[in-house]
């Protein structure tokens, strides 16, 4: 798939194509669009080229979050654009207090895990953006991460030396029968099994379709997601209910 989609962005610019005939149908006043990354969705030079073409000149709004606050930002714009500004004020304070509920809980935890958020498998890719933040407000360390820049493909030595204690396969746009299926190609990798993670059975998958890779409001439910992992001791709960939770599931 990493292959397919580096040929598909150097020979196309692009990996999506939108529904001309049904936008013009639809007559929006707003579109909301990202710079974010075109590998996760429209380009935002597609759609603003598009826009300019559409009966009534539509509104473009650009999100691009790299930050819980940005997130938080986004929302707020959002409500604003859509004139509805204090649903938005409403929603940012009760998404704020569920982030300070779990900063206060991990406040006083001394041992903080070294967790290795992966976006990607084969290639491996660290977490960027909001990732690293995540982790942290929950209470563990990402060794390998970009706080609040984008991800990138790392080498395998670089995970193995990090030795990260817990493993947290967001993959990318993927649910769980996915990631299930690229842990399989994780475990096959060299000196998996040396890795502390491995050796300790604390290696997850999460919904990252539905929670970690959205910049939406259920990006605090990530956060409670990873506070449970992490330390399921101080967040009972937020620990995953079983092999039927179609949130998170352990592996390791």
Known sequence: MDEWVRSALRENGAIYTIDEPLLRQLRPDLILTQKLCDVCAVGYDTVARLAETLPGSPKVVNLDPSSLAEIFGDIQRVAEVCD?????????AKLSERVENVRARTAK??????????????????AGHWGPELVEIAGGIDPLGRKHRPSVEISWRAVLDAAPEVIVLALCGYELDCAQRDYQ??????????LPAAQRGQIYLVNASAYFSRPGPRIVDSLEILAGILHPEVFPDFVSSGPDDSRVVRVG
């Open 185 to 194: 190609l994780l475990r096959a990798f060299p000196e998996f099994a040396t």
């Open 109 to 126: 935890i001394v041992r903080r895990p070294r967790c290795f958020l992966m976006e990607w498998v084969d290639p491996p890719f660290c």
């Open 84 to 92: 509805v500004p204090d649903r938005g004020r409403k929603v940012i």
